[in-house]
Nanobody, 121 residues
Framework: QVQLVESGGGLVQAGGSLRLSCAAS????????VGWFRQAPGKDREFVSS???????TDYADSVKGRFTISRDNAKNTYLQMNSLNSDDTALYYC???????????????WGQGTQVTVSS
């Protein structure tokens, strides 16, 4: 069983930065792709970014390319560095773990509870 716990959310002014962390329990995480989704009020959950099991492949939504960077330092910790934040980035951010072929679709086996990011203009 894998449990994911997000941290690092908060309130930031437009143009600012935040770093989200996802801490995982359970060593099986080393075989999964890990990444982030977000859901803004009244909107569907959307893919943000992912990183494969060895950190060698990353993927980003077009809306965050060039501003967000995903990384992982071992089988347990994954990070999302978010720069140049704007009001469109305001959302509840979820960490997820799953298989690479279906990860972006949202059909992932493990999910965290989410951490709120609010960008003020």
């Amino acid at each position: 069983q894998v449990q994911l716990v997000e941290s690092g959310g908060g309130l930031v002014q437009a143009g600012g930065s935040l770093r989200l962390s996802c801490a995982a329990s359970g060593s099986v995480l080393s075989i999964y792709t890990v990444g982030w989704f977000r859901q803004a009020p009244g909107k569907d959950r959307e893919f943000v970014s992912s990183i494969n099991w060895n950190g060698g492949r990353t993927d980003y939504a077009d809306s965050v390319k060039g501003r967000f960077t995903i990384s992982r330092d071992n089988a347990k910790n994954t990070y999302l560095q978010m720069n140049s934040l704007n009001s469109d980035d305001t959302a509840l951010y979820y960490c997820a773990a799953g298989f690479p072929i279906t990860f972006r679709s949202g059909r992932n086996r493990y999910w965290g509870q989410g951490t709120q990011v609010t960008v003020s203009s």
